[in-house]
């Protein structure tokens, strides 16, 4: 009864206002990061270029690009992206059973990651967007660029699969048991709600011009999501530790992520050259 009384309009409000910052502060750094990387590699092969807070602007000729300087730059970064997904994979499984709520930031850091690598793969080959480029430059053959597709479609279900449970399990955060009465409404506020308006948050963030793998990879985060809440519908009840839960704002995520925006939107809103 005592999960009931949390169940109210304020407390969703609360729990959904939390994951939407970290969905979008996590969505962010994985962006910036691999946008960052391309710039300081493109420096290693003397490229001057231009970047805001959406695109990269390669002031260069077309027979400058070279097999080696395609391959370090548009796949360093995914590579790297991907590490971190599983340093933050480690982290959230060590906390998944803390009622810590941090882990809610690790746990949207591990699937963006993991969508942008693999996500990438896929959209990239099928579009010869972004890492596609460098499968392009490598001359695979299409029966080869199929196989790394399915091979990213496959690992996306994998990680839908092996992060169904732990992300059910964060609701010991904010409660004692995960059952049928509040799994809709935790569910909901934790994952649908934050992911719904976290991408419209990031997306009107990239406006006017929006690149294509940013207005297309939410797409298969969404199935990602679909095979987690389909997975976790079917679990039994799970009950977590006796001690006292609370539900309230975590200010430092909220307003952390909002800086960030405003930052990187003001900073970045005029083309910055860099001449190597």
């Not at 304020?10 to 990387?37: D, G, P, R």
């Not at 400058?64 to 994979?89: A, M, R």
């Not at 977590?240 to 960030?260: A, G, M, Q, Y």
Request: proline share 3%; charged share 15%.
């Amino acid at each position: 009864m005592k999960a009931d009384l949390k169940l109210t309009k304020t407390n969703f409000c609360t729990i959904e206002t939390k994951s939407t910052a970290s969905y979008v502060l996590t969505f962010l750094f994985i962006f910036y990061l691999n946008h960052f990387v391309k710039i300081i590699l493109a420096g290693s092969y003397g490229y001057d270029l231009g970047f805001n807070w959406y695109t990269i602007n390669y002031y260069i000729k077309p027979y400058e690009w070279t097999h080696d300087s395609v391959k370090l730059i548009y796949s360093s970064g995914p590579i790297l992206i991907f590490i971190i997904g599983l340093i933050s994979l480690i982290a959230f499984w060590s906390l998944v059973e803390e009622p810590a709520r941090i882990k809610t930031f690790f746990m949207w850091l591990t699937l963006h990651a993991f969508n942008f690598f693999f996500g990438g793969l896929l959209i990239g080959n099928l579009f010869k967007k972004g890492v596609g480029h460098v499968f392009n430059w490598m001359y695979l053959t299409d029966t080869t660029k199929m196989i790394v597709a399915l091979l990213g479609f496959l690992v996306l279900l994998g990680t839908a699969y092996f992060m169904a449970k732990p992300a059910a399990i964060t609701a010991n955060s904010y409660f004692n048991k995960l059952d049928e009465r509040n799994f809709p409404y935790f569910i909901t506020a934790q994952l649908v709600v934050p992911f719904v308006l976290g991408t419209l948050i990031y997306l009107g963030f990239f406006l006017p011009q929006i690149l294509f793998q940013e207005a297309y990879s939410w797409i298969s985060l969404a199935l990602i999501l679909i095979f987690i809440v389909g997975r976790v519908s079917r679990m039994y009840t799970v009950y977590f530790d006796e001690e006292t839960r609370s539900i309230n704002f975590s200010i430092v995520i909220i307003l952390t992520t909002v800086i960030v925006l405003a930052a990187l939107r003001m900073m970045l809103r005029n083309e910055i050259f860099i001449s190597w």
